[in-house]
């Protein structure tokens, strides 16, 4: 598949990337009321949404990045998870909120929930990630918090990337095939 920008359609747009942003945002203040929160964000994908998303946080927080891969080529999954870079401050005790963009397979979210159950005894662990493509699912697994459900389409832009390209992007968008 080639894609050119000005094949995308636009699935959410930055207006309501940024809307629902804020209710997501919203609900974490209320949850942790306060509390000291440890935000991991999930490189590369997830790093638009996390910066974005931290920004309406108002408790104590700290920001760490990790970096995983799964993906082998440009579009389909090895369904192997590759902790690239994955070095962390102790956790005991913090609760941990860890930032992801899309949770597909969601063998990379049970890799991460699995790694901090390891390695830590944390306070809370939530997983939080801006989209949710439920239909794909194959291990038993579901964010806590989610922006917004896709269906089974290749989704481009906000961090997401096709071979690399288009992170940069200000909306979500798709190819039609
Ligand atoms: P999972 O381990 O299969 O849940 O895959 C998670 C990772 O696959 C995400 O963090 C993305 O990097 C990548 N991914 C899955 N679906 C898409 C997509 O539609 N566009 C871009 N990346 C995707
Ligand atoms: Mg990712």
Known sequence: MEVKVEDLKVLFSEEQIQKRIKEL?????????GEDVVAICVLKGAVMFAVDLVKHLDMPLQMEFIRLSS???AMSTTGKVNAVDIKLPDLNDKNVLIIEDIVDTGLTAKFL????????????IKFCSLLDKKITRK??????????????KFVIGYGLDYDGYY??????????M
């Open 139 to 152: 291990v038993d697994i579901e964010p806590d918090y989610y922006g917004f459900e896709v269906d089974d």
């Open 71 to 73: 993906y082998g080529s």
């Open 25 to 33: 945002a919203k609900e974490m203040n209320a949850f942790y009321k």
């Open 113 to 124: 929930i699995d790694f901090m159950h390891c390695n830590f005894n944390a306070k809370s």
């Open 167 to 176: 992170r940069n992007l200000r909306y979500i968008g798709y190819k039609e």
